[in-house]
């Protein structure tokens, strides 16, 4: 049972609209959020995190919003460009140190 | 900047052969983690170490075992590797509860 879920396996933007990508959790002990990014043949990539006394973090870019109540976060690319096409995983962690990640949205910025 | 280094990028082994991982960090992180990247399943985590000698099971532990002998390494090991072992395995290693940060990846393939 996976309790890190995205459900969109896939998400294409126009270069320069904004991207966002989704994620929801089932285990309320997750107190920390993750994004991270990967391209082919690569492991991945840290990109941004929040934790659960936030609700938003913002990084240039990027923006993680977390919605507690729903079991929902979400990232913002804004503006989104061609370079940012990669994999997305979201993932989440709680105090006893491990990490549950989702399936991934592969996200593709069109020119 | 961290470094996690696996010990191949690509393997091929064959059905019942005994198969070592290594995963190698240079931070000092006490968390090291082995996942496998499966196409629409994402990261599932195997299993995961919080010190030496230290191992919890992940999601999907059957069929792997472990060894954390020393801090900075953390081997996965397939006893007796079978075609649905075929993956990308990736390590990583975390400090407290911090970002993961991982390694470069190995496809092993099971013929």
């Known amino acids: 049972d996976q309790q890190v879920k995205q459900n969109s396996p896939s998400l294409s933007v126009q270069e320069g609209r904004i991207s966002i990508l989704n994620c929801d959790y089932t285990?309320?002990?997750?107190?920390?959020f993750l994004w991270y990014k990967k391209y082919p043949a690569e492991g991945p990539t840290f990109l941004i995190s929040?934790?659960?006394?936030?609700d938003k973090n913002e990084d240039g870019r990027f923006t993680v919003f977390l919605n507690k109540s729903a079991k929902h976060l979400s990232l913002h690319i804004v503006p989104s460009q061609p370079g940012d096409s990669a994999v997305y995983f979201c993932?989440?962690?709680?105090?006893?140190?491990?990490?549950?990640f989702g399936a991934g949205t592969r996200l593709t910025v069109k020119p | 900047d961290v470094k996690v280094t696996q010990s191949s990028r690509y393997l091929v082994k064959r059905t019942g052969e005994k198969v070592f991982l290594e995963c190698v960090q240079d931070?000092?992180?006490?968390?090291m983690f082995w996942y496998r990247q499966d196409p629409g399943l994402g990261l599932r985590l195997i299993y995961f170490?919080?010190?030496?000698?230290?191992?919890e099971k992940g999601d999907i532990p059957e069929g792997y075992s472990v060894s954390r002998e020393k801090k900075e390494r953390f081997s996965l090991i397939l006893e007796s590797a079978s075609t649905n072992q075929t993956s990308m395995y990736l390590c990583?290693?975390?400090?407290?509860?911090?970002?993961?940060?991982f390694g470069p990846g190995t496809r092993l393939t099971v013929l």
């Open positions: 990583a290693s975390r400090f407290d509860l911090a970002e993961q940060f």
């Open positions: 929040i934790s659960s006394i936030k």
């Open positions: 931070m000092d992180h006490e968390n």
């Open positions: 170490s919080y010190d030496v000698k230290m191992k």
């Open positions: 285990n309320s002990m997750f107190d920390y």
């Open positions: 993932a989440a962690s709680s105090d006893n140190n491990d990490m549950r």
